[in-house]
């Protein structure tokens, strides 16, 4: 689920929430009130509050503030936890793939092609690594919303993966 959120001087006024579900083998229906899921999860990752309220995005496991100036993260912020940095043996990163995000308007928003040629890397700010408990946990770290430019070559390709 990608939650996104719009606020005005610290107060949120509009929540949309884009979630995908499977369908149950056994056709069992099932209730949920995923806005109050997302909120539960928001308020438990931002326990200790907002560095700023302007342009907050939730996704599964991270919350970020989200700069049309710069077009990406402001900040990020993530609850880890034992079960979430666990890894999954299903879960297998060749398969996540850097997209835009959608929530973002077109005008401010980051595409792959503004890392092409740039000389660099697209970096995340929540890691891909943190999140191996669920394949969707892991897609949600690469939206571009997420990343910020990052040297390549002695940081991101080296150091950082050390």
């Known amino acids: 689920a990608v939650v996104s959120t719009q606020s005005t001087g610290g107060n949120i006024e509009k929540i949309t929430i884009t979630a995908k579900a499977k369908a149950l083998a056994n056709d069992s229906e099932v209730s949920l009130n995923l806005e109050e899921i997302a909120i539960e999860r928001r308020n438990e990752i931002m326990k200790y509050g907002y560095p700023t309220m302007d342009n907050i995005k939730q996704f599964n496991d991270h919350v970020l503030a989200y700069s049309n100036v710069h077009k990406g993260p402001l900040w ?3 609850h880890l936890t034992d079960y979430n940095i666990n890894l ?15 929530t973002v308007p077109p005008i401010f928003r980051s595409y792959n092609s503004d890392f092409l040629g740039s000389g660099f890397d697209r970096g995340h700010l929540a890691a891909a690594a943190n999140h191996r408990h669920s394949q969707l946990a892991m897609n949600d770290t690469f939206y571009l919303s997420n990343i910020c430019p990052q040297i390549g070559k002695g940081l991101n390709r080296s150091k950082w993966n050390d």
């Open 76 to 78: 990020v912020c993530e």
């Open 88 to 102: 999954n043996k299903s879960v297998n990163r060749s398969q996540s793939k850097f997209v835009s995000d959608s």
